[in-house]
């Protein structure tokens, strides 16, 4: 009887102490390989899903132990979006970049800007990040002196970024990647200069499309910044921008919910839009009255090259109409009825966002 109640609190000592390194072991990086991979988290996406989606593509040793993470750590807030992950990636470091699109470095100064996230977001994350505030953001987006200059120096930004019905000046602007800085004293007008720079390269690429088209760089930005909250994959993006030229060719109103969402200043999946919010006349919702053939006055969130892209060189189609399901994925009709039909197809399927 001695033996074993010597041996019983040794076998549990010993079975915790295992447990603790097995679990350690999973939570750990998969690998040295310190190269980016793409991944798409859609939106209203579960633990259980994200997971899923991270073991695809390597990026964690087990669903299991990232769902335990998660659940023992109260990580609940995760983001929609694209991100660039790598292997070599701690759990840590995977689940605060997913909850706040920041790279975690405790050695490293980094900002991460994620495409679809709005001024507001990276104004928060610039918070976190370094040593200014929101406020120190939305101040110098006012700064006509500012604005002056930038008008002066890039070539896509004219006196279009002063109307007075944009929220936010350079929203749209600022091109989401990775920047690195020099240490938390960076200034927002620092990271905006490389934000800034780098949009600049991307745009480049198409400087003499832009200047031969009928719509002028604000525009195609503000077009983009829809495409980008309109479609989850990359695919769908140059469909998704010929139903907005074809609803604009035909003076019928984008009825877009992105840009009702941002008219009202809250996120897409806090809640549903009131009737009042959806029927009120607002420069940027395309929802509201007098915006037959509009598009919103500013863009509405950051914009990748993709989406870009598909502004500027969109599919030839027939398309009027486009409904998304709870996986993200997109379905384009002609006719208002095809359209009706669609979405009772994916109520019926259980398919339908709610």
């Known amino acids: 009887m001695k033996k074993i109640i010597i041996i019983i609190p040794v076998l549990l000592i010993l079975l915790i102490l295992g447990a603790f390194i097995t679990y350690k072991t999973l939570t750990g990086k998969v690998s040295e390989n310190g190269e980016e991979k793409e991944i798409i988290i859609p939106l209203g996406s579960s633990s259980s899903s994200i997971a899923t989606i ?54 490293e100064s980094a900002i991460t800007y994620i495409e679809g996230k709005n001024v507001k977001w990276l104004a928060n994350a610039i918070e976190k990040k370094t040593n200014n505030t929101a406020e120190d953001v939305y101040n110098l987006l006012k700064d006509e002196q500012y604005l002056d200059s930038l008008i002066e120096k890039y070539w896509f930004i004219t006196d279009e970024i002063k109307n007075g019905d944009i929220y936010y000046s350079l929203e749209g602007y600022l091109f989401p990647d990775t920047y690195a800085i020099a240490n938390e004293d ?53 469909d ?8 604009i060719n035909q003076n019928i109103s984008l009825g877009s919910d992105v840009t009702t969402y941002y ?26 009255p007098n915006m037959e053939g509009k598009l919103p006055v500013g863009p509405i969130a950051s914009v990748s090259k993709q989406s870009i892209e598909a502004a500027i060189e969109p599919n030839s189609t027939e398309y009027l109409f486009f409904v998304a399901d709870k996986n ?23 398919l339908w966002y709610e």
């Open 54 to 107: 991270l073991k695809e593509n390597n990026l964690i040793k087990s669903e299991t132990a990232f769902k335990m993470y998660v659940k023992l750590n109260k990580i609940s807030d995760f983001q929609a979006g694209t991100y660039y992950l790598k292997e070599n990636m701690k759990l840590e470091e995977i689940t605060e970049m997913l909850r706040t699109g920041i790279m975690f470095d405790p050695n």
């Open 186 to 238: 960076a200034t927002v007008q620092e990271i905006f200069e490389k934000m800034l720079d780098k949009m600049e390269d991307v745009l480049n690429e198409y400087k003499d499309e832009i200047e031969k088209s009928n719509y002028s760089a604000h525009e195609i930005l503000t077009l983009a910044s829809i495409i980008e909250l309109e479609s989850t994959h990359p695919e769908d993006r140059k």
């Open 240 to 247: 998704v921008a010929s139903v907005l030229y074809n609803r």
């Open 263 to 288: 008219s009202v200043g809250i996120n897409i999946g806090d809640r549903d839009l009131y009737k009042a919010e959806i029927n009120a006349e607002n420069p940027y919702n395309t929802r509201g």
């Open 328 to 350: 993200g994925k997109v379905y384009f009709t002609n006719t208002n009825e095809e359209h009706e039909q669609m979405i009772q197809s994916l109520v019926d399927k259980g």
